[in-house]
């Protein structure tokens, strides 16, 4: 049986088949292809860009972002941690908000500088 899946590794977007039994991959245009798919397989994951919640009036929420790939079954249950999630200070960029998240050495990390006087577009 084969699977047939869309590469997001580079620009390219291979159409790859996948044989869910032998994991032998066709359709990829390079390398990274072949690990795409089998990953995809195997063990799925993401990053995950999304936003928190602030008590700061310049900034109603702040941007984020997973500094690592995470699994694509925990993809919910992070999403319901961030709801909790609250920044009560004013961050510079890459600063961690989670740390570890769920054990995989990923942290979530504000995308943006927040400063005092700033307006959040």
Same mark, same amino acid.
């Given at each position: 049986?084969?699977? &047939? $899946?869309?590469? @997001?590794?580079?620009?390219? =977007?291979?159409?790859?088949?996948?044989?869910?039994? &032998?994991?032998?991959?066709? =359709?990829?245009?390079?390398?990274?292809?072949?690990?795409?798919?089998?990953?995809?397989?195997?063990?799925?994951?993401?990053?995950?860009?999304?936003?928190?919640?602030?008590?700061? &009036?310049?900034?109603?929420?702040?941007?984020?972002?997973?500094? =690592?790939?995470?699994?694509?079954?925990? @993809?919910?249950?992070?999403?319901?941690?961030?709801?909790?999630?609250?920044?009560?200070?004013? $961050?510079?960029?890459?600063?961690?908000?989670?740390?570890?998240?769920?054990?995989?050495?990923?942290?979530?990390?504000?995308?943006?500088?927040?400063?005092? =006087?700033?307006?959040? $577009?």
């Amino acid at each position: 049986m084969k699977k &047939s $899946l869309t590469c @997001i590794v580079c620009p390219n =977007g291979c159409r790859l088949e996948i044989d869910v039994q &032998s994991h032998e991959v066709s =359709g990829n245009k390079c390398p990274r292809g072949i690990a795409f798919a089998i990953n995809e397989m195997t063990n799925p994951k993401r990053s995950i860009t999304t936003t928190v919640r602030t008590t700061l &009036s310049e900034y109603p929420v702040i941007s984020v972002r997973t500094d =690592g790939d995470i699994a694509k079954d925990k @993809i919910m249950d992070l999403i319901h941690l961030l709801k909790d999630v609250v920044v009560t200070e004013y $961050l510079p960029i890459k600063t961690i908000i989670v740390h570890n998240v769920f054990g995989t050495d990923v942290n979530v990390i504000t995308t943006a500088n927040m400063q005092k =006087g700033d307006k959040c $577009l």
